[in-house]
């Protein structure tokens, strides 16, 4: 899932970027509140996490546009130590979350995976399609409780279909969700990992709708 991550301090946004991707996460790095209002208007992101004190425009001010223009992603906020008042206002100007710095990476994709299965309507962890299940947090999927070695770019992407389970996805929608800015995206690569998937879990896993994209279908459907 990408996630956009904005920190004006170099060492911490770096690390932020290291533990999310390690995590598992795609995170997209952006240092100032006017360039993650351009990402948010061109990317598609699962989550936002977010520090307050940005130079150009201050966290708070982003998340009061991206509420009253309707965005819902979940936003977690960073903020220093001893600023209750931060941590009030970015609560009250629609934050889902918040973490003081500084703070274990560990605990940032923890809070992450909580509020993006909150977001989903989901009370346990694992993602559930039919035999399949999916955990985000210890990194494992199986099918009919067996154990299925993936790569990171497979487990991203059957996420992906297992999320939106029933729906249509383009190759442009996939590729959205699976790559962040450094990424290298050669062509056929999306193929290629549904190809690794359909062999790991049947050919019926997943169908291409013709000139429109892929589904992985709901059990029964
Ligand atoms: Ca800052």
Avoid: C
Avoid at 6 to 30: M, N
Avoid at 74 to 94: H, K, M, N, S, Y
């Amino acid at each position: 899932m990408r996630v956009l991550v904005v920190e004006d301090d170099a060492l911490l946004g770096d690390a932020v970027q290291v533990g999310l991707r390690q995590a598992g996460f795609v995170p997209d790095w952006i240092t100032d509140g006017i360039g993650a209002e351009h990402a948010l208007a061109t990317s598609e992101y699962g989550a936002v996490v977010l520090d307050i004190g940005l130079p150009r425009r201050s966290g708070l001010e982003v998340l009061a546009r991206m509420r009253a223009d309707g965005n819902r992603l979940p936003v977690l906020i960073l903020t220093a130590r001893d600023t209750v008042d931060d941590r009030i206002a970015g609560l009250d100007a629609g934050a889902d979350d918040y973490l003081v710095k500084p703070f274990a990476m560990g605990e940032l994709a923890a809070r992450l995976r909580a509020l993006v299965r909150r977001a989903e309507g989901r009370s346990q962890p694992a993602v559930v399609v039919g035999a399949i299940t999916l955990d985000p947090a210890a990194h494992t999927v199986t099918l009919d409780g067996a154990p299925v070695e993936l790569s990171a770019k497979e487990f991203a992407l059957l996420q992906v279909f297992m999320q939106n389970a029933g729906r249509v996805l383009s190759r442009a929608q996939l590729e959205e969700q699976l790559y962040g800015w450094d990424d290298d995206t050669g062509s056929n690569t999306i193929e290629v990992f549904i190809h690794h998937l359909r062999r790991k879990f049947g050919r019926d896993l997943i169908r291409t709708v013709r000139g429109v994209g892929y589904q992985l279908p709901r059990p029964g459907a």
